[in-house]
Nanobody, 127 residues
Framework: QVQLVESGGGLVQAGGSLRLSCAAS????????MAWFRQAPGKEREFVAG????????YYTDSVKGRFTISRDNAENTVYLQMNSLTPEDTAVYYC????????????????????WGQGTQVTVSS
């Protein structure tokens, strides 16, 4: 099991930016594909972005394409989510998740594909 700790959330005005970080420990980070999910009040948790083990492949949900960028630093055991042009619809608790895989290119976009989760970090975008 890998332990995940998110940080970087906060309150920002619409149009602003935030950078989320997720620090991993406990296992070999580069053995895991990583993803960010989010859950808004009263809504189900949804996939936001994913990155393959090496960082060579990324995948985004349509609503964040062109605004969010996921990246990872395997030397620092950290995955990032750079969020630009934020809107109130991006308000949610953001969760980091890890999927252990032998594939260097796979990205899982469903919740059931992940066993390891962080505690979440709140992102609030004011209008």
């Amino acid at each position: 099991q890998v332990q995940l700790v998110e940080s970087g959330g906060g309150l920002v005005q619409a149009g602003g930016s935030l950078r989320l970080s997720c620090a991993a420990s406990g296992r070999t980070f580069s053995n895991y594909a990583m993803a960010w999910f989010r859950q808004a009040p009263g809504k189900e948790r949804e996939f936001v972005a994913g990155v393959s083990r090496s960082g060579s492949r990324t995948y985004y949900t349509d609503s964040v394409k062109g605004r969010f960028t996921i990246s990872r630093d395997n030397a620092e055991n950290t995955v990032y989510l750079q969020m630009n042009s934020l809107t109130p619809e991006d308000t949610a608790v953001y969760y980091c998740a890890a999927h252990r895989t032998q594939s260097t290119i796979v990205i899982i976009s469903i919740i059931q594909g992940y066993n390891d989760w962080g505690q979440g970090t709140q992102v609030t975008v004011s209008s």
